[in-house]
């Protein structure tokens, strides 16, 4: 125990957040079992490591992180850790790496039923099931997803601004307000072209080539998230990597499933499979006709983020960009369907937006609102593409 604590205080003295998440701030902290889901390389550590850093500090004994990457967990049950922890006076523990523990749902369930006075946060993959299907947890967890950065994060890092979050409603009813507000301090589309590129991943702070580690992040996606998770034979690998690289080269599109399934010499039903898995991974989005969700087929399919998007595409298309970074913005705070008649999206079930990438596309079209490319204000029902990154 005493090794754990002495981590815990040297990785919390250590950690640093340059920016703030706003998740922080909406989870309700006062639940006994919280999950923590995110795709590989958000930053969920982090998150855990500045939750107990702002609410506890280095030397509150009260709170400990634990990383299951420690053997320790293969001879010691978590049961047992946690009923020790509590003798010794404590009262949050912070699992993270949590599925690479045998059973770890039920010996949650076992602590949370056990020890009446023990919080447990932890942090999981995209991909696990903590509320469907789940015996132990469905009834007793308080589900939050941590996304990648959105465009406000990383301006505000990298302009050295506070810029707050805005309300969809917001947005729609006042594109010029809020656009000039923010243009007024900083040029948003100095900064957009990067964020594109390589600004949702935290990891673009770091030292090392950005394309090439998350090149090595999307494959541990597959390796583990996928196929250690859902408990999917090695020898399947290969042809989830064609799948998702066949894709690629088209998405933003629609998909010709029997296409699919004769290139990858594997069966409809498993493509289906397949789509769902790198959906849960956040590798892909998987559009709908309203109402409709899987195993139905999708309507098109998106990369889930343009960073993706320029690691895995020979050719990144501005519209398809364009239309990729709209959906991940929207679909961090909302439904996305597929739009009505010639629209691109529905959003919640109500609302219709349509990428325009000028305005002499505008023209010809009759659609209420309108996602413009290369600008800088709004105007009346054209908003600025960059603005829709204030969401979250």
């Not at 195993?295 to 895995?312: C, D, E, G, S, W």
Request: glycine share 4%; aromatic share 12%; charged share 25%.
């Amino acid at each position: 125990m005493e090794n754990f604590h002495k981590t815990h205080k040297y990785l919390v003295e250590h950690v640093t957040s340059p920016v703030r998440r706003l998740l922080m701030d909406e989870i309700d902290w006062t639940h006994r079992m919280i999950g923590i889901k995110g795709s590989r390389g958000v930053g969920k550590t982090t998150f855990l490591l500045q939750y107990a850093k702002e609410h506890f500090g280095a030397n509150n004994r009260a709170c400990l992180y634990v990383n299951f990457n420690n053997l320790y967990f293969t001879t010691n049950s978590l049961v047992d850790f946690a009923g020790e922890f509590c003798k010794q006076g404590g009262k949050t523990l912070l699992l993270d790496q949590i599925f690479k523990y045998e059973n770890w749902s039920k010996e949650l369930r076992t602590c949370y039923d056990k020890y009446p006075n023990l919080q447990i946060i932890f942090s999981g993959s995209s991909v696990m099931r903590l509320v469907e299907d789940n015996e132990y947890l469905k009834d007793i967890v308080a589900v939050y997803n941590l996304q990648g950065f959105s465009f406000r994060e990383y301006l505000n890092l990298k302009s050295g601004n506070n810029f707050s979050t805005y309300k969809l409603e917001e947005i729609l009813q006042n594109p010029i307000e809020l656009s000039e507000k923010i243009r007024n301090i900083v040029n948003p589309l100095d900064y957009f072209t990067d964020y594109l590129h390589h600004g949702y991943y935290p990891f673009f702070l770091e030292s090392r080539n950005y394309s090439e580690n998350l090149l090595k992040t999307i494959n541990m996606m597959m390796e583990v998230d996928i196929l250690l998770i859902k408990q999917i034979d090695l020898k399947y690998l290969p042809k989830i990597r064609k799948l998702l690289n066949l894709i690629m080269q088209c998405a933003p599109c629609a998909l010709n499933i029997s296409q699919l399934s004769d290139e990858i010499q594997t069966s409809r039903s498993t493509i289906m499979n397949y789509l769902k898995y790198l959906r849960d991974a956040r590798l892909l989005n998987l559009q709908y006709k309203a109402g409709e969700d899987f195993p139905k087929k999708p309507r098109a399919v998106f990369p889930q983020n343009t960073n993706i998007m320029h690691v895995l595409t020979d050719e990144v298309k501005k519209d398809d960009e364009m239309k990729t970074f709209l959906y991940n913005a929207l679909h961090a705070k909302h439904k996305v369907s597929q739009g009505k008649k010639h629209n691109d999206f529905l959003i919640d079930n109500k609302i219709d937006i349509t990428y325009l990438s000028n305005i002499e596309n505008k023209k010809t079209r009759s659609h209420n609102i309108y996602a413009m490319d290369d600008v800088r204000l709004g105007q009346k029902n054209e908003i600025p593409v960059w603005l829709f990154g204030f969401l979250h």
